[in-house]
Structure formats: structure tokens, C-alpha cells
């Protein structure tokens, strides 16, 4: 079993920034793959970057790349979100997601077994 615990979310004003923290704990060595995924009001979740955990390859959706930046700390088995450059439309509950699975599209939700317990980010006009 993985256990995720997520922290960092809070209330900015638009053009500010915020950094998701995501501490694994339990099996981490079985873990491939990290990632964050979103869910605003009344919307589905969807992915918001990936992490590859061999090699350290990251993947964003095109809605965030040049304004988050994932990363990770293998020591701490921590993996951070740094969001720059918030928009009110980045307003939303954010998850933390890890997977043993291998295959699949770091995208999809599907492709997760694990997740946390969410994180709330409002991003104010």
C-alpha cells in the first residue's frame, strides 16, 4: 500500500503563485509514475502534469506548460507542483496520484491506483 498526503493549496490573487507538495510513504519503490490531476467545480478531473519516477520524464497538459513545473525529491519521496502565473480558471480541488501500473497514459486517471485526499487552489480575478 502507497499513502499520499497532500499540502501547499490555498487562495491567490491571478499572476501569483503556489507550490503543491505530495509526500508518498508506504511501498514507494513499487511507484512508476506520479502525477497531479484537477477537478474544478461542476467538471471532470483531469490530468495536470505526469512524472516518470526512473528518469524523472515529466509531461503537462497544454493548458499549464510554461507555468508548472513538476518535480521530485526522491529522498524525501516527494514530489512538488509549482504553479506560476495562476489563472482564475486554475481554480480547482487538486490531487495527488501515483501508480505501480505499468502502461497507460500519465493522463488518465485510470492509469492511478493510488490518490490523495485533495488540495484546494483558488485563484482569484
Known amino acids: 500500500q502507497v499513502q499520499l498526503v497532500e499540502s501547499g493549496g490555498g487562495s491567490v490573487q491571478a499572476g501569483g503563485s503556489l507550490r503543491l507538495s505530495c509526500e508518498a510513504s508506504?511501498?514507494?519503490?513499487?511507484?512508476?509514475?506520479m502525477g497531479w490531476f484537477r477537478q474544478p467545480p461542476g467538471k471532470e478531473r483531469e490530468g495536470v502534469a505526469g512524472?516518470?519516477?526512473?528518469?524523472?520524464?515529466?509531461y503537462y497538459d497544454d493548458s499549464v506548460k510554461g507555468r508548472f513545473t513538476l518535480s521530485q525529491d526522491n529522498a524525501k519521496n516527494t514530489v512538488y507542483l509549482q504553479m506560476n502565473s495562476l489563472k482564475p480558471e486554475d481554480t480547482a480541488m487538486y490531487y495527488c496520484?501515483?501508480?505501480?501500473?505499468?502502461?497507460?497514459?500519465?493522463?488518465?486517471?485510470?492509469?492511478?491506483?493510488?490518490w490523495g485526499q485533495g488540495t484546494q487552489v483558488t485563484v482569484s480575478s
Open positions: 496520484a501515483a501508480s505501480t501500473i505499468v502502461g497507460g497514459h500519465w493522463s488518465s486517471a485510470t492509469w492511478y491506483n493510488y
Open positions: 508506504g511501498y514507494t519503490g513499487t511507484l512508476n509514475r
Open positions: 512524472i516518470y519516477t526512473s528518469g524523472g520524464t515529466t
